[in-house]
């Protein structure tokens, strides 16, 4: 019986939630039955440190290892560029007539655009898509918000199945009109546990490295310096929090195109010596064991891999109100949500946990217990079942794959 031919498409490959999704699928699907290839554009956007660039360079590795094919077109980049543009989606229909799949799976939004339509005129038999996030708040001027709408339509009406990681996620597909409630999946994206479970760290030492006091109050959050994670509120609200509780130490672990302004807006608020900016960094079960609370200040969010992270190290959470947040966050059961762009509503969160140890311990233990069902094992088996639910409805798929 032959492989089934999968070609995933993704517009950047770096550390970020939709790639980390994409490298787990491509890595968890059973080799004996697939045949992969994934399709991905430069990743210099993300101005990834020599940290996180190593940490890629090892998914990297590691799908070459597991013997996926993977084809680099460097002219397929986030931002619109109508030149780049035409030359990528030649490049993809070139690509995939030459390969000929049987499922091509897009992921995020450029990827996700000029991958269907080129899978479509190369005949591909199934096409899906995952958008990663909920792409109609923050990312768009007005009117580049309704070329992408009525092009996500478009695209809509040639795809097989759109994957949302979350039931909010959907519910914004439909109040947009981008296709029918029956053409949509759920599947939350899956975290790689294994280090958050299985953490082992001196947080007295871990602080000490980290020039955290001892006694200190710690909260954190990971992600991509980018405007859209809302970290300018956070920082806003440390600086009303440190007004009365001079002992607490906010921490901010990831790299982006906001750290030097971050970093300078803490210093201009006073509190430079209060906030610290690691930066990307390999060990980030281990820093983030240290935290008291973990904070995702979002604007927009797909869903939040990363409070899924901190939920399995038994952190209680404070995060926005905002996409598939919700999902994860059960307000007042293992975490607070707040709205988004808040920093008052934040810092009175945030020191209602410094306040409540019990309520801060209640949470944490209700966290860990809900983090385990977001595992990768658990994504991979319903994308493969999608995979072959799909080859069945377009395909006779026994007859085909012999």
């Known amino acids: 019986m032959k492989k089934i031919k999968v070609v995933h498409i993704i517009t950047r490959f770096d550390k970020g939630g939709s ?30 440190g020599k ?9 990297l590795t590691e799908i070459d290892r597991c013997g996926i094919k993977t084809v680099t077109i460097s002219e397929l980049v986030r931002k619109v560029s109508p030149l780049y543009d ?67 339509k478009l695209t809509a009406l040639i795809t097989d199945e759109i994957i949302t990681l979350t039931r909010q996620e959907k519910r914004d597909h439909l109040q947009f009109g981008i296709a029918s409630e ?40 990971a992600g991509r310096l980018t405007p859209v994670k809302g970290h300018r509120h956070l920082i806003e609200a440390a600086g009303n929090i ?43 079960a281990e820093v983030m064991s240290v935290f008291d609370v973990f904070v995702l200040p979002s604007l927009n969010e797909g869903m939040g891999r990363v409070l899924v992270e901190a939920m399995t190290l038994g952190k209680p959470v404070i995060a926005s109100d905002v996409g598939g947040i919700s999902d994860l966050v059960i307000h007042g059961k293992n975490g607070l949500l707040v709205p988004a762009a808040d920093p008052d509503a934040l810092a009175d969160e945030i020191q ?8 801060r311990d209640a949470m944490g233990c209700e966290g860990k217990k809900m983090a385990a069902s977001y595992g990768v094992d658990s994504m991979v088996q319903k994308i493969d079942a999608l995979y072959i639910q799909l080859l069945k409805r377009k395909l006779s798929f026994s007859e085909s794959m012999n």
């Open 19 to 48: 790639s980390e999704n994409t490298f787990s699928t491509v890595v968890g699907l059973d080799r004996d039955k697939y045949d992969v290839t994934l399709i991905k554009g430069f990743s210099l956007e993300s101005e990834m």
């Open 86 to 152: 035409l030359k990528t989606f030649f490049s993809l229909l070139k690509i995939l007539r030459k390969e000929i799949p049987h499922v091509v799976h897009t992921h995020t939004s450029k990827a996700g655009i000029l991958g269907r339509l080129a899978a479509f005129l190369a005949r591909v038999p199934v096409i899906i898509h995952t958008p990663h996030g909920h792409v109609f708040w923050g990312y768009f001027s007005k009117w580049r918000l309704l070329v992408f709408i009525f092009l996500e």
């Open 182 to 221: 029956d053409k949509f999946s759920t599947i939350h994206s899956g975290v790689n546990l294994d280090a958050f479970f299985n953490v082992s760290v001196d947080n007295t030492a871990m602080m000490r490295s980290l020039d955290i006091p001892e006694d200190s109050f710690v909260v954190g959050t």
């Open 242 to 284: 440190l007004d009365v509780r001079p002992d607490t130490t906010f921490v901010f672990l990831g790299d982006g195109e906001l750290f030097d302004e971050l970093k300078n807006m803490a210093t201009k608020l006073g509190i430079e010596k209060n906030v610290k900016f690691l930066g990307w960094r390999s060990d980030v």
């Open 352 to 359: 209602c946990m410094m306040n409540n140890p019990k309520k």
């Open 51 to 59: 940290s996180e660039a190593l940490a890629v360079e090892h998914n």
